[in-house]
């Protein structure tokens, strides 16, 4: 019978990577349970930054710590979510090129407009 | 429990060894950046630039219930890796009820941003009040498109799949789908952090 839980037990202590469609190794699903839960601490973290609490630390440490979350979340989800980590080597370099592109034609650009 | 895809496992017969469509899939991908880069630092770059009397980001932004659209999207990504898990397993039932539970989970952030905007604009920020008003809302705007045009792509799978075109071999159609769909959601982790959470 079809099932529809994530972690079904015969799948429940199974090693983390199994192969699967595509020839290449997919994660379990239950890795997947776990890294959605990293990253919905990581959200609960972020989202806690935005509270007076912690707003006597300074605008620059708070924007330091935003950025290393949200890009540890950005790996996350790329890494295991979307196989980079199991897959070819090719589609991480495409990825990253088209990224790393992006991101220096606009800092370029708002360096030009004296953004910093 | 169910048996791995058969037809899906062997080497795809191209020059690169790799199947054509997910190369082209990642090669869009990269493209997508440059437009969601430069809709990001133009946001960036305008959203200081509002009158002392005109409405900013302080005066509009939500942060709990745009904390909770996000936890939704987060969510869905979760949801549609195991639609396409459940594919590669060969489980026809599971994947149908996991790509109709994404679709929902990504319709849930579009309603909450179409409530977000109304809400907005009846604060006084519409798209031409100010360039921040106008910056906000084209970056804002193309993510929910994108996200809409990610939903019908997920009900387009779900109606193959009712009418029994969508079986284990093509797993890697929803393999892609889903890659859409997660690329969706980074960008909006992006923007929930720089729009939403960074110090105004």
């Known amino acids: ?116 | 429990m169910t048996a791995e895809a058969p037809a899906h496992t062997e080497e795809h017969h191209t020059s690169t060894g790799l199947s054509n469509e997910k190369l082209a899939m990642w090669v869009f991908l990269g493209s997508e950046c440059l437009l969601f880069c430069g809709l990001i630092s133009t946001y960036m770059f305008n959203k200081g630039r509002i009158g002392d009397d005109d409405v900013g980001p302080n005066d509009v932004f939500d942060i709990p219930f745009t904390s909770v659209s996000s936890f939704v999207l987060l969510m869905s990504s979760l949801t549609m890796v195991f639609a396409v898990s459940s594919i590669a397993r060969g489980d026809l039932r599971g994947n149908r009820i996991w790509l109709a539970t994404t679709a929902a989970l990504g319709a849930t952030f579009v309603a909450g941003q179409v409530y977000e905007f109304t809400a907005f604009y009846s604060e006084g920020l519409g798209f031409t009040t100010n360039l921040f008003g106008s910056a906000f809302y084209a970056l804002t705007g193309f993510h929910g498109a994108h996200v809409t045009i990610g939903i019908v792509m997920l009900m387009s799978l779900l109606v193959m799949s009712m009418r029994g075109n969508l079986g284990p071999e093509r797993a890697e159609t929803v393999e892609i789908i889903g890659l859409y769909w997660h690329f969706v959601d980074i960008v909006w982790i992006v923007i929930f952090t720089i729009v939403y959470l960074f110090p105004q």
Not at chain 1, 49 to 76: R, S
Request: proline content about 4%.
């Open chain 1, 1 to 116: 019978m079809a099932t529809v839980t994530p972690d079904s037990p015969d799948t429940a202590h199974a090693p983390e990577e199994h192969a699967s469609a595509g020839g290449h190794a997919h994660p379990s699903n239950w890795l997947y349970v776990k890294v959605a839960i990293y990253l919905a601490l990581l959200t609960a973290f972020e989202v806690f930054t935005y509270f007076e609490t912690v707003h006597g630390w300074g605008d620059t440490a708070i924007i330091i710590m935003l950025v290393i979350m949200m890009l540890l979340k950005f790996f996350l989800v790329v890494a295991f979510f979307m196989h980079l980590k199991f897959d070819s080597p090719i589609f991480w370099r495409l990825f990253v090129f088209g990224l790393i592109l992006a991101m220096a034609v606009y800092m370029v650009m708002l360096t030009a407009f004296r953004f910093w």
